[in-house]
């Protein structure tokens, strides 16, 4: 059975319209979108249609995500020793990590995607690594981990775009996984095994989408990525495949030295890059990898930040946007969890640099906030392979409704509303959230929400003490 809803003020993929009833099919697919004045008069919309409450607009969907480092965030920002970077966050990450249980994983992620759906994400794709037991033992269900934030999505209301991780290898040449990284690796026929069981469990639900994530190149050889992506096309020719590709320049210059090629060099050499492609942090490139990257229509997944709090780099976004590189966004390690964050911090780290305001629109979309939020929503709904990102017809319910009570949002309309929800305001202006037609979010709470804080907490003490 459908469901009529009715909203005042809507941003669909015809630009913003007013006094428009939405129809939702019981699968939580927009079915029609029709101008209600041109029907009945407002004022006679009856109990049978539900009426939205403030500003509708697209959802847009996470597109990195590891979950488990969301218990970890806050828990490195003092100076530990000298030069600390990337690589002194990721070792203290490893230790973090030794200690979790599945159990504990399924609380963090429930936890984790409750913040999302508050922070405007109505979907996510989770770069899955952490795989196996403790001492590197597989579980008795391989996938005993993906089973965890994959029901913990379920339980939550968010969909999911599930990608284990391929992760064989410490660095180029083969290098040794360490001992610390025991938890992340597999052989060819386990990772393969382990595709084909999260088809097998979940190829019918439409909940999830099930895709695959070569870690790094430093990680898996080319060898590797082909024969994980020819099992993924037995499934589905379709499925999206991420990887990290330049977050560090330590890890360019490694590339370089083993293969005689920069990142994205090489993987534009041996791999047809498509749309189902998502680099990962694309933070080191050049001009000419930057123009590549936007003429194979791939998504930049670009994760500000944790890109920021790492210290990574900045990636080149205006020349890049010019180039109409596709682009989406991702809270990665959550240092953060917040939509709007990640798009203030990709104009303000661009005017930092070329220190010049509104620099990633042009004179066709004037409006910093339209462009970006559009970009992620289209970048985010292609990187995730679901039918998001759009109020169109055809296209899954997934929207936010902002908070007209929220001062900074006062006297402004349509793309005014866009830039003051991602510059100017102090307070969350998200209240409702809807994914595949589903109510997640009432006035900004979840149904969930006292429940997975008091297993949050429990979980975090467990790990501290
Ligand atoms: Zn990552």
């Keep these: 059975m459908s469901t009529l809803y009715f909203a005042e003020t809507a941003l669909t993929d015809d630009g913003w319209v007013t006094d428009v009833l939405i129809s939702v099919s019981s699968k939580g697919i927009i079915e029609s979108l029709i101008p209600i004045n041109k029907i009945i008069p407002t004022s006679k919309i009856n109990g049978e249609v539900v009426r939205l409450e403030g500003t509708l607009l697209p959802g847009i969907a996470n597109l990195h995500s590891h979950a488990f480092q969301r218990a970890f965030a806050g828990f490195s920002e003092s100076a530990g020793q000298a030069n600390d970077s990337f690589w002194s966050w990721r070792k203290i990450m490893y230790q973090f990590v030794e200690k979790l249980t599945p159990e504990q994983v399924y609380v963090i992620a429930r936890q984790l995607y409750i913040e999302m759906l508050k922070g405007g994400y109505t979907s996510v794709a989770e770069f899955h690594y952490l795989h196996h037991s403790a001492s590197g033992k597989h579980y008795d269900d391989p996938a005993e981990m993906s089973h965890q934030v994959i029901n913990a999505a379920f339980d939550v209301g968010i969909d999911i775009t599930h990608l284990p991780v391929y992760y064989r290898h410490a660095g180029f040449n083969h290098k ?16 393969y095994q382990l ?18 994530a070569p870690h790094s190149l430093r990680a898996v050889s080319s060898k590797d990525i082909c024969g994980a992506i020819e099992t993924l096309d037995n499934y589905n020719t379709k499925a999206p495949i991420h990887i990290h590709i330049a977050e560090q320049l330590a890890e360019v210059d490694d590339c370089i030295a083993h293969t005689g090629q920069r990142p994205v060099q090489h993987l534009y050499d041996n791999f047809d890059v498509n749309k189902r492609w998502c680099l990962i942090h694309a933070t080191h490139i ?32 205006s020349f890049y946007l010019q180039e109409k590189g596709k682009f989406g966004i991702g809270s990665d390690s ?12 990709l104009e303000y780290g661009q005017r930092l640099v070329h220190q010049q305001r509104a620099i990633l629109c042009d004179e066709a979309v004037p409006s910093v906030g339209r462009t970006l939020y559009q970009g992620a929503l289209e970048g985010g709904a292609q990187a995730v392979g679901r039918k998001t990102g759009k109020i169109a017809v055809g296209y899954l319910a997934d929207w936010i409704i902002l908070d007209g009570n929220n001062p900074s949002l006062f006297s402004k309309s349509k793309d005014q509303l866009i830039d003051s929800m991602i510059f100017a305001c102090n307070a969350n202006p998200i209240k409702d959230v809807f994914v595949s037609g589903k109510q997640v979010i009432t006035s900004g709470n979840h149904a969930l929400e006292n429940e997975s804080l008091l297993a949050f907490r429990k979980v975090l003490k467990e790990i501290v003490d």
Excluded: M
């Design 176 to 191: 040794p996984a360490s001992d610390a990284q025991k938890r992340f690796t597999h052989t060819a026929d386990d990772y």
């Design 334 to 345: 959550h240092i953060t969890v917040s939509a709007l964050e990640e798009l203030r911090l």
């Design 286 to 317: 050049n001009e000419q990898e930057t123009w590549e990257i936007a003429q194979s229509g791939a998504v930049a997944g670009l994760c500000l930040t944790t890109e920021a709090n790492l210290g990574d780099g900045i990636f080149p976004a």
């Design 195 to 212: 595709i084909h069981k999260l088809f097998k469990y979940y190829k019918q639900d439409q909940r999830i989408q099930i895709g695959i």
